[in-house]
């Protein structure tokens, strides 16, 4: 009788101690899948192709040469921040000549430029910001006559990067001085070119 007794006190005590314990507190596990951001390629050799609106401009009498056209470039960056690009642009069709009284289309006309540039660059994420500085030709035939002439070039950009596609779009001033290879005499010349398109980092 007392060796039952003594065993259902043990029992009982046992009890009261495990349910008197402290318990851990045991928290869930949340299990958050790891997104990972596609890397930008900011190293070596790119390619591009682009639309181009390109315009002439002299200021005596009011005159304006217009052409859309395409542009090729290629490029090798050097670094995140800077790479070198060459670029080829030039009119498709002919040339549009607008004066005060004047609005038509010189036959057999083109306006093209071949120029080499470095391209400062800064991008944060997928966007970026760049520079153009460099030197190249502006050439312009009116269908009788070409004109051609060389010097610095200038210009600025902006882009979007999905995976190694680079969408982009940039300004450029081709030209910006007096006369035009003996074409516009004692006249202010300028001569841009406005371009949006896609490169391919390889």
């Given at each position: 009788?007392?060796?039952?007794l003594s065993?259902s006190a043990l029992l009982?005590?046992t009890?009261i101690?495990?349910?008197g314990?402290?318990?851990a507190e ?5 299990n958050i899948?790891?997104?990972k ?19 002439l ?6 005159e ?6 395409i542009?090729?470039?290629v490029?090798?960056?050097?670094n995140p921040?800077?790479?070198?690009e ?7 069709d002919?040339?549009?000549y607008?004066t005060?009284?004047i609005d038509?289309d010189m036959?057999?006309s083109s306006?093209?430029n071949?120029a080499?540039?470095l391209?400062?660059?800064f991008?944060?994420g997928?966007f970026?910001?760049?520079g ?6 502006t ?6 006559d070409t004109?051609?002439?060389?010097g ?12 190694d596609?680079e969408?982009?779009v ?6 910006d001085?007096d006369d035009?290879d003996?074409?516009?005499q ?8 406005f ?8």
């Amino acid at each position: 009788m007392n060796i039952k007794l003594s065993l259902s006190a043990l029992l009982l005590s046992t009890t009261i101690a495990m349910a008197g314990g402290d318990l851990a507190e045991v928290e869930p596990k949340i299990n958050i899948p790891e997104i990972k951001i596609p890397e930008v390629s900011t190293s070596g050799f790119y390619a591009g192709l682009g639309y181009s609106c390109m315009q002439l401009m002299t200021d005596t009498p009011d005159e304006e040469f217009m052409g859309n056209g395409i542009s090729v470039n290629v490029g090798y960056n050097v670094n995140p921040f800077l790479a070198v690009e060459a670029r080829y642009t030039r009119s498709l069709d002919d040339i549009n000549y607008k004066t005060w009284n004047i609005d038509e289309d010189m036959e057999d006309s083109s306006l093209s430029n071949t120029a080499i540039y470095l391209k400062p660059q800064f991008a944060i994420g997928g966007f970026g910001m760049y520079g153009l500085v460099g030197y190249g030709q502006t050439k312009l035939d009116n269908g009788i006559d070409t004109f051609t002439e060389n010097g610095f070039q200038y210009g600025i950009g902006t882009n979007f990067t999905v995976m190694d596609t680079e969408f982009f779009v940039d300004y450029r001033r081709l030209y910006d001085a007096d006369d035009f290879d003996g074409g516009a005499q004692g006249q202010d010349v300028a001569t841009n070119s406005f371009t949006l398109g896609v490169n391919y980092n390889f």
